[in-house]
């Protein structure tokens, strides 16, 4: 079974960089769609970047497009959220998610199979 562990997040001033990583506890993930989504206290969880499995499609949601960088190695079977020009409503707990089976693609929550625990990203103004 998959087990997607989140490392990388952290307190940061506005405008700064984060870079989140995500690995497998469990089953390798190389084979599998990931994401990142973000959830604040009160909001639902929301869609942030997905990849596809062989990283030849990658999807961002418009908050995030032209800061945020999503990457995948799966080799060292891991992705990377790369989070630049940070902004306080960035602040949340980021999840890493894989999809449903190997080769599923992530187009939404609904497509996600496992979650990690999260990681808190905090942006102060």
């Known amino acids: 079974q998959v087990r997607p562990v989140e490392s990388g997040g952290g307190l940061v001033q506005a405008g700064g960089s984060l870079s989140l990583s995500c690995t497998s506890s469990g089953r390798p993930f190389s084979q599998y769609g990931l994401g990142w989504f973000r959830q604040t206290q009160g909001k639902a969880r929301e869609f942030v970047a997905t990849?596809?499995?062989?990283?030849?499609?990658?999807t961002y949601a418009d908050s995030v497009k032209g800061r945020f960088t999503i990457s995948r190695d799966n080799a060292r079977g891991s992705v990377v959220l790369q989070m630049n020009d940070l902004k306080p409503e960035d602040t949340a707990v980021y999840y890493c998610a894989a999809g449903n089976g190997p080769s599923y693609s992530i187009n939404s929550e609904q497509d996600v199979g496992y979650w990690g625990q999260g990681t808190q990203v905090t942006v102060s103004s």
């Open positions: 990849i596809t499995w062989n990283s030849s499609s990658k």
